[in-house]
């Protein structure tokens, strides 16, 4: 049975969850930072090197994490 359309829903029919998202890749490195004493450092910074690849059309639940429509 195919998929229903994103626009079809207003939650997810098998947890009833609110939330949904797709999966989008990317490129780039990271550059963590981290402190010698075992603190927390600043990575504010940490994905400014990362580009944004293609968006997949699958919509996942956010909260069962099952497929539930596709992109209209």
């Given at each position: 049975m195919p998929l229903p359309k994103l626009s079809t829903l207003e939650e997810c029919p098998h947890c009833g969850?609110?939330?949904?998202?797709?999966?989008?890749?990317?490129?780039?490195?990271?550059?963590?930072?981290?402190?010698f004493d075992g603190g927390e450092a600043d990575n504010h910074h940490l994905?400014?090197?990362?580009?944004?690849?293609?968006?997949?059309?699958?919509?996942?639940c956010g909260g069962c994490q099952k497929k539930i429509a596709i992109e209209d």
């Amino acid at each position: 049975m195919p998929l229903p359309k994103l626009s079809t829903l207003e939650e997810c029919p098998h947890c009833g969850c609110d939330e949904f998202y797709q999966k989008q890749s990317v490129k780039g490195f990271i550059y963590p930072r981290r402190r010698f004493d075992g603190g927390e450092a600043d990575n504010h910074h940490l994905y400014e090197h990362m580009g944004l690849g293609k968006m997949q059309k699958t919509i996942y639940c956010g909260g069962c994490q099952k497929k539930i429509a596709i992109e209209d």
